[in-house]
Nanobody
Framework: QVQLVESGGGSVQAGGSVRLSCAAS????????MAWFRQEPGKEREGVAA????????NYADSAKGRFIISRDNAKNTMYLQMNDLKPEDTAMYYC???????????????????WGLGTQVTVSS
């Protein structure tokens, strides 16, 4: 089993930055792929960015490219999402997720992910 705990959300003005963290515990081998998803009320959950263990490969949604950076520190079992140039449409609950990938590519479809955190809210005001 794996436990995932997000932190770092909050309120920020448009153009600002936020850094999210996701701490993993338990069977870390099951977290070869980790990702950030987000969801607004009444909308489908959207994959934002994913990263393979050691950071050897990353995968970004178009909405995140050029503004967000995903990283992970295996020594701390922690994944990060640096979000820059935030826009009001980035407002959402952000979730951390993980699965034990068979190869070094991490998908952004939520069906792949077995473990989820409870989320952290990010609110961007204009």
């Amino acid at each position: 089993q794996v436990q995932l705990v997000e932190s770092g959300g909050g309120s920020v003005q448009a153009g600002g930055s936020v850094r999210l963290s996701c701490a993993a515990s338990g069977n870390i081998d099951l977290t070869r792929c980790m990702a950030w998803f987000r969801q607004e009320p009444g909308k489908e959950r959207e994959g934002v960015a994913a990263i393979y263990t050691g950071g050897s490969s990353t995968n970004y949604a178009d909405s995140a490219k050029g503004r967000f950076i995903i990283s992970r520190d295996n020594a701390k079992n922690t994944m990060y999402l640096q979000m820059n140039d935030l826009k009001p449409e980035d407002t959402a609950m952000y979730y951390c997720a993980a699965y034990r990938a068979s190869w070094s590519w991490c998908y952004l479809g939520d069906d792949f992910y077995d473990y989820w955190g409870l989320g952290t809210q990010v609110t961007v005001s204009s």
